[in-house]
Protein backbone atom coordinates (compact mmCIF):
# COMPACT_ATOMS: atom_id res chain seq x y z
CA UNK A 1 0.00 0.00 0.00
CA UNK A 2 0.92 3.48 -0.62
CA UNK A 3 1.32 5.64 2.44
CA UNK A 4 -0.80 8.80 1.76
CA UNK A 5 1.25 11.25 4.14
CA UNK A 6 3.87 10.35 1.27
CA UNK A 7 1.52 11.42 -2.01
CA UNK A 8 0.31 14.12 0.16
CA UNK A 9 3.84 15.76 1.24
CA UNK A 10 4.58 16.06 -2.97
CA UNK A 11 1.22 17.25 -3.50
CA UNK A 12 2.80 20.24 -1.18
CA UNK A 13 5.84 20.75 -3.11
CA UNK A 14 4.12 20.58 -6.59
CA UNK A 15 2.26 23.74 -5.39
CA UNK A 16 5.34 25.37 -3.62
CA UNK A 17 7.19 25.19 -7.07
CA UNK A 18 3.51 26.59 -8.71
CA UNK A 19 3.30 29.53 -6.16
CA UNK A 20 7.27 30.28 -6.74
CA UNK A 21 6.71 30.74 -10.21
CA UNK A 22 3.83 32.64 -10.22
CA UNK A 23 5.26 35.24 -7.68
CA UNK A 24 8.85 35.34 -10.12
CA UNK A 25 6.32 35.76 -13.14
CA UNK A 26 4.62 38.70 -11.49
CA UNK A 27 7.82 39.95 -10.22
CA UNK A 28 8.98 40.37 -13.89
CA UNK A 29 6.08 41.88 -15.28
CA UNK A 30 6.08 44.34 -12.90
CA UNK A 31 9.86 45.41 -13.34
CA UNK A 32 9.38 45.23 -17.08
CA UNK A 33 6.12 47.30 -16.68
CA UNK A 34 8.40 50.45 -14.42
CA UNK A 35 11.28 50.19 -16.72
CA UNK A 36 9.06 50.99 -19.72
CA UNK A 37 7.57 53.82 -17.89
CA UNK A 38 10.94 55.14 -16.97
CA UNK A 39 11.81 55.02 -20.81
CA UNK A 40 9.06 56.72 -21.85
CA UNK A 41 9.97 59.64 -19.69
CA UNK A 42 13.47 59.99 -20.19
CA UNK A 43 12.07 59.84 -24.02
CA UNK A 44 9.93 62.72 -23.66
CA UNK A 45 12.71 64.72 -22.08
CA UNK A 46 15.07 63.76 -24.78
CA UNK A 47 12.72 65.36 -27.12
CA UNK A 48 11.76 68.34 -25.38
CA UNK A 49 15.18 69.38 -24.73
CA UNK A 50 16.19 68.95 -28.66
CA UNK A 51 13.39 70.86 -29.97
CA UNK A 52 12.75 73.70 -27.89
CA UNK A 53 10.85 75.12 -30.57
CA UNK A 54 8.02 72.33 -30.57
CA UNK A 55 7.69 72.90 -26.96
CA UNK A 56 4.72 74.58 -26.58
CA UNK A 57 2.58 72.06 -28.87
CA UNK A 58 4.20 69.41 -26.90
CA UNK A 59 3.01 70.93 -24.09
CA UNK A 60 -0.59 71.39 -24.96
CA UNK A 61 -0.35 67.77 -25.96
CA UNK A 62 0.62 66.99 -22.70
CA UNK A 63 -2.27 65.45 -20.43
CA UNK A 64 -2.88 67.09 -16.75
CA UNK A 65 -2.23 63.51 -15.41
CA UNK A 66 1.34 63.79 -17.15
CA UNK A 67 1.94 67.46 -15.92
CA UNK A 68 1.00 66.51 -12.38
CA UNK A 69 3.38 63.25 -12.20
CA UNK A 70 6.14 65.49 -13.69
CA UNK A 71 5.89 69.07 -12.58
CA UNK A 72 9.64 70.14 -11.79
CA UNK A 73 10.55 68.52 -15.55
CA UNK A 74 8.27 70.71 -17.19
CA UNK A 75 8.93 74.04 -15.55
CA UNK A 76 12.49 73.51 -15.66
CA UNK A 77 12.49 72.72 -19.57
CA UNK A 78 10.44 75.78 -20.11
CA UNK A 79 12.65 78.23 -18.37
CA UNK A 80 15.55 76.96 -20.04
CA UNK A 81 13.91 77.72 -23.63
CA UNK A 82 12.63 80.97 -22.40
CA UNK A 83 15.86 82.09 -21.27
CA UNK A 84 16.92 81.24 -24.69
CA UNK A 85 15.32 84.03 -26.22
CA UNK A 86 17.55 87.14 -27.24
CA UNK A 87 14.93 90.11 -25.95
CA UNK A 88 13.09 91.86 -28.46
CA UNK A 89 14.68 94.88 -29.95
CA UNK A 90 13.54 97.21 -29.61
CA UNK A 91 11.79 96.21 -26.13
CA UNK A 92 7.94 95.92 -25.98
CA UNK A 93 8.12 97.52 -22.41
CA UNK A 94 8.95 101.07 -23.39
CA UNK A 95 6.45 103.97 -22.88
CA UNK A 96 7.72 106.23 -25.10
CA UNK A 97 7.99 110.50 -23.94
CA UNK A 98 8.15 111.04 -20.21
CA UNK A 99 7.59 113.53 -17.77
CA UNK A 100 10.81 115.29 -16.41
CA UNK A 101 10.61 117.11 -13.72
CA UNK A 102 12.89 118.33 -10.41
CA UNK A 103 11.09 120.26 -8.71
CA UNK A 104 10.59 117.72 -5.67
CA UNK A 105 14.06 116.40 -4.36
CA UNK A 106 14.34 112.20 -4.14
CA UNK A 107 15.73 110.31 -1.69
CA UNK A 108 18.30 107.35 -2.30
CA UNK A 109 16.04 105.03 -0.17
CA UNK A 110 13.07 106.16 -2.51
CA UNK A 111 14.80 105.39 -5.62
CA UNK A 112 16.07 102.11 -3.70
CA UNK A 113 12.87 100.92 -2.69
CA UNK A 114 11.38 101.46 -6.42
CA UNK A 115 14.35 99.62 -7.86
CA UNK A 116 14.53 95.92 -6.14
CA UNK A 117 15.51 94.04 -8.85
CA UNK A 118 19.01 95.71 -9.07
CA UNK A 119 22.15 94.23 -7.51
CA UNK A 120 24.97 95.87 -6.12
CA UNK A 121 26.82 98.19 -7.92
CA UNK A 122 23.51 99.23 -9.84
CA UNK A 123 23.82 95.88 -12.10
CA UNK A 124 21.03 94.62 -13.81
CA UNK A 125 19.78 92.22 -16.22
CA UNK A 126 16.88 91.01 -17.37
CA UNK A 127 16.03 87.32 -16.05
CA UNK A 128 13.08 86.68 -18.93
CA UNK A 129 15.22 87.06 -22.09
CA UNK A 130 19.28 87.78 -23.04
CA UNK A 131 19.52 91.35 -23.30
CA UNK A 132 21.03 92.34 -26.71
CA UNK A 133 24.26 94.72 -25.12
CA UNK A 134 26.29 94.67 -22.28
CA UNK A 135 26.41 98.39 -21.41
CA UNK A 136 28.61 100.35 -18.58
CA UNK A 137 27.23 103.39 -17.59
CA UNK A 138 29.86 106.07 -17.03
CA UNK A 139 29.20 109.09 -15.31
CA UNK A 140 32.43 111.73 -14.52
CA UNK A 141 31.15 112.90 -10.99
CA UNK A 142 32.22 115.68 -8.16
CA UNK A 143 29.91 116.89 -5.57
CA UNK A 144 26.98 116.83 -7.23
CA UNK A 145 24.72 114.24 -4.75
CA UNK A 146 21.12 115.59 -5.42
CA UNK A 147 21.80 115.85 -9.30
CA UNK A 148 23.07 112.11 -9.06
CA UNK A 149 19.84 111.10 -7.10
CA UNK A 150 17.22 112.22 -9.86
CA UNK A 151 19.44 110.28 -12.10
CA UNK A 152 19.48 107.38 -10.55
CA UNK A 153 15.65 107.82 -10.20
CA UNK A 154 15.14 108.36 -13.62
CA UNK A 155 17.78 106.22 -15.33
CA UNK A 156 17.16 102.96 -13.41
CA UNK A 157 13.47 102.43 -14.58
CA UNK A 158 14.03 103.50 -18.16
CA UNK A 159 17.37 101.46 -18.78
CA UNK A 160 15.02 98.09 -17.41
CA UNK A 161 12.78 98.95 -19.49
CA UNK A 162 15.10 98.90 -22.44
CA UNK A 163 16.06 95.47 -21.18
CA UNK A 164 19.82 95.96 -21.17
CA UNK A 165 22.53 93.98 -19.11
CA UNK A 166 23.90 97.47 -17.14
CA UNK A 167 26.06 98.32 -14.57
CA UNK A 168 26.18 102.34 -13.39
CA UNK A 169 29.38 103.67 -12.83
CA UNK A 170 30.11 107.22 -11.00
CA UNK A 171 34.04 108.27 -11.33
CA UNK A 172 34.41 110.47 -8.48
CA UNK A 173 37.31 113.36 -8.90
CA UNK A 174 38.91 113.81 -5.68
CA UNK A 175 40.34 116.72 -4.55
CA UNK A 176 40.61 119.96 -5.56
CA UNK A 177 42.06 120.39 -9.09
CA UNK A 178 40.61 121.74 -12.12
CA UNK A 179 37.90 118.91 -12.78
CA UNK A 180 38.76 116.38 -15.56
CA UNK A 181 35.62 115.14 -17.88
CA UNK A 182 37.39 113.17 -20.13
CA UNK A 183 39.94 111.70 -18.37
CA UNK A 184 37.21 110.19 -15.77
CA UNK A 185 35.54 108.70 -18.77
CA UNK A 186 38.93 106.68 -19.55
CA UNK A 187 39.07 105.81 -16.66
CA UNK A 188 35.28 104.36 -16.39
CA UNK A 189 35.86 102.52 -19.62
CA UNK A 190 38.75 100.85 -17.56
CA UNK A 191 37.67 100.27 -14.55
CA UNK A 192 33.99 98.94 -15.27
CA UNK A 193 36.06 96.49 -17.64
CA UNK A 194 37.70 95.12 -14.78
CA UNK A 195 34.44 93.99 -13.75
CA UNK A 196 32.28 92.43 -16.31
CA UNK A 197 32.87 91.52 -20.37
CA UNK A 198 30.48 95.49 -20.89
CA UNK A 199 30.19 95.51 -24.68
CA UNK A 200 29.20 99.48 -24.64
CA UNK A 201 29.85 102.14 -22.92
CA UNK A 202 27.57 104.90 -22.13
CA UNK A 203 29.42 108.35 -21.23
CA UNK A 204 26.70 109.98 -19.54
CA UNK A 205 26.76 113.65 -17.64
CA UNK A 206 24.91 113.93 -14.31
CA UNK A 207 22.58 116.48 -14.55
CA UNK A 208 20.90 115.42 -18.10
CA UNK A 209 18.01 113.04 -18.54
CA UNK A 210 16.37 111.83 -21.47
CA UNK A 211 12.77 112.54 -21.97
CA UNK A 212 11.81 109.24 -24.13
CA UNK A 213 13.01 105.85 -23.21
CA UNK A 214 13.03 104.77 -26.83
CA UNK A 215 16.05 107.11 -26.58
CA UNK A 216 17.59 103.50 -25.85
CA UNK A 217 21.05 103.81 -23.81
CA UNK A 218 23.26 100.99 -25.95
CA UNK A 219 25.80 101.14 -28.83
CA UNK A 220 25.14 101.08 -32.43
CA UNK A 221 26.57 100.45 -35.71
CA UNK A 222 28.24 103.96 -35.14
CA UNK A 223 29.04 106.16 -32.62
CA UNK A 224 25.95 107.47 -31.02
CA UNK A 225 25.21 110.61 -29.79
CA UNK A 226 22.39 110.25 -27.46
CA UNK A 227 21.52 114.19 -26.08
CA UNK A 228 20.83 115.83 -29.34
CA UNK A 229 17.59 117.65 -28.25
CA UNK A 230 18.82 119.69 -25.10
CA UNK A 231 16.11 122.46 -23.25
CA UNK A 232 18.87 124.23 -22.64
CA UNK A 233 19.78 124.71 -26.53
CA UNK A 234 15.88 125.38 -26.98
CA UNK A 235 15.90 121.34 -28.19
CA UNK A 236 18.03 121.88 -31.08
CA UNK A 237 21.70 120.73 -31.68
CA UNK A 238 23.77 123.83 -30.58
CA UNK A 239 26.12 122.80 -33.99
CA UNK A 240 26.74 119.66 -36.57
CA UNK A 241 29.56 118.65 -34.81
CA UNK A 242 28.49 118.75 -31.38
CA UNK A 243 29.64 115.51 -29.23
CA UNK A 244 28.48 116.69 -25.40
CA UNK A 245 26.19 115.58 -22.88
CA UNK A 246 25.71 111.51 -23.46
CA UNK A 247 27.24 109.94 -25.75
CA UNK A 248 27.65 105.72 -26.57
CA UNK A 249 30.81 103.81 -28.36
CA UNK A 250 31.19 100.15 -28.86
CA UNK A 251 34.86 99.03 -27.27
CA UNK A 252 36.14 98.63 -30.81
CA UNK A 253 34.90 102.20 -31.51
CA UNK A 254 36.63 103.67 -28.67
CA UNK A 255 39.32 101.96 -28.92
CA UNK A 256 39.54 103.16 -32.80
CA UNK A 257 40.45 106.64 -31.64
CA UNK A 258 42.24 105.72 -28.77
CA UNK A 259 40.11 106.20 -26.18
CA UNK A 260 39.69 110.02 -24.89
CA UNK A 261 42.29 113.19 -24.37
CA UNK A 262 43.37 113.08 -20.92
CA UNK A 263 44.77 117.08 -21.02
CA UNK A 264 41.49 118.81 -20.97
CA UNK A 265 41.72 120.88 -17.48
CA UNK A 266 38.28 122.74 -16.82
CA UNK A 267 34.90 123.26 -18.66
CA UNK A 268 34.98 122.94 -22.29
CA UNK A 269 36.63 121.38 -25.81
CA UNK A 270 37.07 117.65 -24.50
CA UNK A 271 33.79 116.57 -26.49
CA UNK A 272 34.97 118.58 -29.53
CA UNK A 273 38.08 116.82 -29.31
CA UNK A 274 36.51 113.55 -29.20
CA UNK A 275 34.42 114.86 -32.38
CA UNK A 276 37.63 115.01 -34.29
CA UNK A 277 39.03 111.97 -33.09
CA UNK A 278 36.03 109.92 -34.95
CA UNK A 279 35.94 111.51 -37.79
CA UNK A 280 39.73 111.81 -38.71
CA UNK A 281 39.11 107.65 -38.00
CA UNK A 282 36.42 107.96 -40.82
CA UNK A 283 33.17 107.65 -38.40
CA UNK A 284 30.39 108.98 -38.65
CA UNK A 285 27.47 109.88 -35.62
CA UNK A 286 24.57 108.35 -35.56
CA UNK A 287 21.43 110.23 -33.37
CA UNK A 288 18.10 109.50 -32.43
CA UNK A 289 15.74 112.09 -34.29
CA UNK A 290 14.88 115.20 -32.25
CA UNK A 291 11.76 114.04 -30.44
CA UNK A 292 13.01 110.69 -29.39
CA UNK A 293 16.46 112.40 -28.70
CA UNK A 294 15.01 115.26 -26.02
CA UNK A 295 16.35 115.70 -22.69
CA UNK A 296 16.20 117.61 -19.69
CA UNK A 297 18.79 119.71 -18.03
CA UNK A 298 19.14 120.13 -13.92
CA UNK A 299 19.82 123.81 -13.78
CA UNK A 300 23.13 124.40 -11.77
CA UNK A 301 25.58 127.45 -10.83
CA UNK A 302 29.12 126.42 -12.88
CA UNK A 303 30.93 124.33 -9.78
CA UNK A 304 34.14 126.14 -8.63
CA UNK A 305 37.35 124.48 -10.76
CA UNK A 306 35.20 124.23 -13.56
CA UNK A 307 35.91 127.23 -15.40
CA UNK A 308 35.79 127.39 -19.30
CA UNK A 309 39.51 126.18 -20.55
CA UNK A 310 41.23 128.97 -22.00
CA UNK A 311 43.47 126.11 -23.61
CA UNK A 312 41.11 124.65 -25.75
CA UNK A 313 40.32 126.80 -28.81
CA UNK A 314 44.17 125.49 -29.75
CA UNK A 315 44.20 121.80 -28.60
CA UNK A 316 40.70 121.44 -30.42
CA UNK A 317 42.98 122.39 -33.25
CA UNK A 318 45.56 119.87 -33.03
CA UNK A 319 43.72 116.54 -32.02
CA UNK A 320 45.05 114.91 -34.99
CA UNK A 321 48.59 115.01 -33.84
CA UNK A 322 47.37 114.45 -30.54
CA UNK A 323 45.54 111.51 -30.28
CA UNK A 324 48.02 108.88 -31.11
CA UNK A 325 49.59 109.73 -27.96
CA UNK A 326 47.29 111.61 -25.22
CA UNK A 327 44.34 108.49 -24.88
CA UNK A 328 43.65 105.15 -23.49
CA UNK A 329 47.40 104.43 -23.95
CA UNK A 330 48.61 106.96 -21.53
CA UNK A 331 46.34 106.95 -19.37
CA UNK A 332 47.66 106.99 -15.50
CA UNK A 333 45.58 107.20 -12.20
CA UNK A 334 45.16 106.25 -8.38
CA UNK A 335 42.02 104.34 -7.45
CA UNK A 336 41.26 105.86 -3.90
CA UNK A 337 38.29 104.01 -2.99
CA UNK A 338 35.24 102.09 -4.76
CA UNK A 339 32.40 102.15 -2.80
CA UNK A 340 29.15 99.58 -3.69
CA UNK A 341 25.87 100.41 -3.43
CA UNK A 342 22.81 98.80 -4.98
CA UNK A 343 22.00 101.78 -7.56
CA UNK A 344 26.10 102.35 -8.02
CA UNK A 345 29.55 101.76 -7.93
CA UNK A 346 31.31 105.13 -6.66
CA UNK A 347 34.80 105.19 -7.54
CA UNK A 348 36.80 107.90 -6.40
CA UNK A 349 39.89 108.32 -8.23
CA UNK A 350 43.02 110.78 -7.82
CA UNK A 351 43.44 112.07 -11.56
CA UNK A 352 46.44 113.89 -10.96
CA UNK A 353 47.33 117.58 -12.09
CA UNK A 354 47.71 119.59 -15.61
CA UNK A 355 51.41 119.32 -17.44
C1 LIG B 1 32.54 123.65 -25.99
C2 LIG B 1 31.96 122.28 -25.75
C3 LIG B 1 30.56 122.43 -25.24
C4 LIG B 1 29.74 123.23 -26.23
C5 LIG B 1 28.32 123.42 -25.79
C6 LIG B 1 31.66 124.42 -26.95
O1 LIG B 1 32.16 125.70 -27.14
O2 LIG B 1 33.85 123.52 -26.55
O3 LIG B 1 32.75 121.59 -24.83
O4 LIG B 1 29.97 121.17 -25.06
O5 LIG B 1 30.35 124.49 -26.42
O6 LIG B 1 28.19 124.07 -24.59
Not at 94 to 115: A, C, K, T, W
Not at 119 to 135: E, F, H, N
Not at 150 to 176: K, M, S
Request: aromatic letters at 10%.
Amino acid sequence: MRDPSGNFSFLQRICSVVVLLCFVHISVTVLYYLRTLDLRSSFLQIQQINSPTQNVLKESAVTQANLERQPALATNVSREAEALKPCPDPSPLLVGPLRIEFSNPVSLDLVRSENPRLSSGGRYKPTDCIALQKVAMIIPFRNRDEHLKFWLYYLHPILQRQQLDYGVYVINQAGEERFNRAKLLNIGYTEALKEYDYECFVFSDVDLIPMDDRNTYKCYSQPRHLSVSMDKFGFKLPYNQYFGGVSSMSKQQFLKINGFPNDYWGWGGEDDDIFNRLSSRGMSISRPNGQIGKCRMIRHERDKQNEPNPQRFDRIAHTRETMNRDGINSLSYKVIKVEKDQLFTKITVDVGKPR
